[in-house]
């Protein structure tokens, strides 16, 4: 039986219709390939996304591919391999204008950026960054400037779940072991093999001219042209943000952690890393915002979660929706996607739209995770 993707397309058709989005386009793949895809409004087919924050998963499984060659272990300090980490202090507060750093209690390990649990932070999500970047005038992770990886730690590493410039020090190990530039390195172990030919960090003017245009929701509900953008040059390949790709690009690399890594990564790495890495560590009722234009507060969801080597995980079945041990993400300018390897189904669903965590989006996700587990029950037999 053909999965019949007639209500999603009639959602994406009518979230635009209605003006609440300019564009947007899904992708629903299973082990085997591509179900359905469908883009709306100013998405065409071959329109390209900043995938922002889902550019981590990328590169951790970059990262968990050095782990199963034995080139990188999960528990090495990260100080061992980039000695320039090892000189990062925490900002425990300020007194008065002065920034009070001290020496983290322990060094950060490889596992523990992939689990967001290094220490480190986002400027737009942690208060004390906020001031620490307004009184030394230190540059953001946003600005394309490499030096904006070297503001302080907020936490001492392993003690917390913070959000932040974690993946991107990974990426830099990466760099480090491997000999080559993130982007080299992901175009031929990663983008190569799968065959994500639209996935770059440097897109040409070509691919750039595909690029679905940011807008930007006002206070009344409306859209306009957004003054937010990813930087048009970057000094180093953002593996916490820093790429572009199709929606079926993106479809491609959630097809391969379905099927226990289609060759690029071996079946026990996919079960370890879908696994909880948190231990004790619980993630937090709410990602609060600094920055409003970027992103609302974001609360957790009221169902069991963790956190494995590069994806939040839901740890309950959801009735109609996704399974027990599904990982996912989301990117900034509202792209999201899930990884159900109990039903082997995924879906990515994208915009370019701030701030992030627009309720609009949410709306529109959840009834596409509904009409898909809808066709699921019909189509795909339960592993």
């Known amino acids: ?44 087919a071959d329109t390209l996304f900043r995938n922002a924050s889902m550019t981590k998963a990328v590169a951790t499984t970059a990262a968990l591919q050095l782990v199963e060659q034995g080139r990188l ?12 980490f090892g000189r990062l202090q925490v900002l425990d507060g300020f007194d008065g204008d002065k920034p009070r750093l001290r020496p983290p209690a322990s060094q950060a390990t490889v596992r523990q ?3 967001h649990t290094g220490g480190l932070g986002y400027f737009f999500l942690n208060e004390k960054l906020v001031r620490y970047h307004e009184l030394t005038g230190e540059p953001t992770a946003l600005t394309g400037l490499k030096r904006s990886l070297s503001v302080p730690l907020v ?13 991107d020090w990974l990426g830099l190990v990466i760099e480090k072991i491997s000999g080559q530039s993130l982007g080299s390195y992901l175009g031929q172990h990663i983008y190569g093999p799968l065959k994500m030919n639209d996935s770059t960090f440097t897109p ?14 006002q206070a009344d509900g409306r859209l306009a042209p957004s003054p937010h953008d990813l930087p048009p040059t970057s000094e180093w390949d953002a593996g916490g943000h820093g790429s572009y790709g199709t929606v079926q690009d993106y479809g491609r690399f959630v097809r391969a952690w379905l099927d226990d890594g289609a060759g690029i990564l071996k079946p026990a790495t996919v079960q370890l890393a879908l696994q909880n890495h948190l231990g004790a560590i619980k993630l937090p009722e709410l990602m609060k915002s600094m920055v409003p234009e970027l992103s609302n507060d974001v609360p957790a969801l009221p169902v069991p979660q963790g956190w494995g080597l590069g994806f939040h995980l839901t740890l309950a079945d959801l009735p109609g929706m996704r399974s027990n041990g599904t990982g996912d993400w989301a990117g900034v300018f509202n792209s999201y996607y899930w990884i159900d390897r109990t039903r082997g189904v995924g879906g990515v669903l994208m915009t370019q739209l701030l701030p992030f965590f627009d309720m609009r989006v949410i709306e529109t996700l959840m009834g596409f995770e ?5 066709q699921v029950g019909s189509v795909l037999p339960a592993a």
């Not at 272990?73 to 320039?84: C, G, K, T």
């Not at 509904?370 to 809808?374: D, E, R």
């Open 73 to 84: 272990s999960l528990d090495a300090s990260v100080a061992s391999i980039l000695p320039e």
């Open 204 to 217: 040409s003017d070509a691919q750039r001219a595909r690029l679905l245009r940011v807008m930007q929701r």
């Open 155 to 167: 936490n001492d590493p392993g003690t917390a779940w913070e959000y932040g410039v974690n993946t």
């Open 370 to 374: 509904m009409a898909v587990y809808q």
């Open 1 to 44: 039986m053909a999965f019949d993707g007639s209500a999603i397309k009639a959602l994406l058709d009518g979230v635009v219709a209605k003006g609440a989005l300019h564009g947007v386009a899904a992708v629903v793949v299973d082990r085997n390939g591509q179900l359905f895809h469908h883009a709306a409004g100013e998405a065409r």
């Open 113 to 115: 950026l992939m689990t």
